[in-house]
Every structure is written in C-alpha cells, then in structure tokens.
C-alpha cells in the first residue's frame, strides 16, 4: 500500500540494487570490502541500506544446497529474489559477486524488475558483453566512485546529503 514515490520522500534516496564484481584474481576479499565500506557510508548518511554477500546466502539461506560451482546459478538466483524484496521495500541493497559473467548480470537484471540495478566493475573486467554501469580502476577509489554515480543518477537525493 506504500508506493515507490511515498518511500522515496521518506528514505531521501531512490531503491537500487547495486552489485560489485571484479574479475580480477586475487580481489574477491577487496569487492566485498567495498561492498561494506559502501553499505556503512550510506547508513552514516542516514539512507537505507544493506550489505549482503553471498557468502552470507551459503551460510545461511542456501546452507542446505551443496557449495560448489554447479550450484551458482542457485546461489544467483537467491540473492536476486532478495534483492528485489529489498528493493520493493525501498533500500539500497549492494552485494558483492566475484567474477560475474554476462548470463549472471542479466538474470540479476530480470530478477529484480521492475526494480533497477547498477553493476560496479572493479579492476579487470569478468564480461565479454555486458556493459557495467561502471568500471572503476582499484578499490580505493569505488566507495566515492558509487556515490558520485548514485548522484548523478538521482538515487541519493540532494537536499538529504
């Protein structure tokens, strides 16, 4: 009963799913590291947001399914449907997923609709089509680099920063 628009004016920021990826080796860690430095930024600036990695859904949610590659799409699918009950609330939901590939970010894609999602790429891209609505070059730069994107894009709100 509470609309998208009603949400918007009371959080001070549009709903968004974000998802970092990098598919440079060795930088698993790092993209989940922006994916928290991100999540406790927009919290101290009072917006909605959660963190969640998949490492979380394994543990949890998907504990009961086997942990193995072949068990990713699963593992995708799962984080996708949560992203979209937490975009249908209104927050920002981020999570981190290393090395994802084109068939995984559309899925992603499809699995949140009508809600929207930003893929964030960190150093050496994991696409071979797929464009991301950002590259960023190392991770010292991305937590600015999203909220400067979250901007320009109108999901944070001006007057709230």
Same mark, same amino acid.
């Given at each position: ?6 949400? +918007?004016?009371?959080?001070?920021? +549009?709903?968004? &799913?974000?998802? $970092? #990826?990098?598919?440079? /080796? ?25 963190? !969640? ?7 949890? !949610?998907?504990? =009961?399914?086997?942990?193995?590659? /072949?068990?990713?799409?699963?593992? $995708?699918?799962?984080?996708? /449907?949560?992203?979209?009950?937490? #975009?249908?609330?209104?927050? %920002?939901? $981020? #999570?981190?997923?290393?090395? @994802? =590939? =084109?068939?995984?970010?559309? +899925? !992603?894609? !499809? ?5 929207? %999602? %930003? ?5 050496? *891209?994991? &696409? ?10 190392? *991770? ?7 909220? =400067? ?7 944070? @709100?001006?007057?709230? $920063?």
């Amino acid at each position: 009963m509470i609309s998208e628009e009603q949400r +918007k004016n009371a959080y001070g920021h +549009k709903a968004k &799913f974000i998802v $970092i #990826t990098s598919g440079s /080796e060795g930088k698993e860690k790092d993209i989940q590291n922006v994916g928290r430095q991100l999540e406790e930024r927009l919290f101290n600036m009072k917006f909605k947001a959660y963190y !969640l990695g998949v490492s979380s859904i394994l543990h949890g !949610l998907a504990s =009961d399914v086997a942990n193995s590659y /072949e068990d990713r799409d699963e593992h $995708i699918r799962q984080i996708g /449907e949560l992203a979209r009950i937490f #975009t249908d609330s209104g927050q %920002i939901f $981020i #999570t981190s997923i290393f090395n @994802l =590939d =084109d068939y995984e970010a559309k +899925k !992603l894609k !499809l699995l949140n609709q009508p809600n929207e %999602i %930003i893929v964030v790429n960190i150093g050496q *891209t994991p &696409f071979n089509n797929f464009v991301p609505d950002a590259n960023i070059e190392n *991770t010292e730069d991305a937590v600015e680099a999203v909220c =400067d994107l979250l901007k320009r894009q109108e999901i944070i @709100l001006e007057y709230y $920063i």
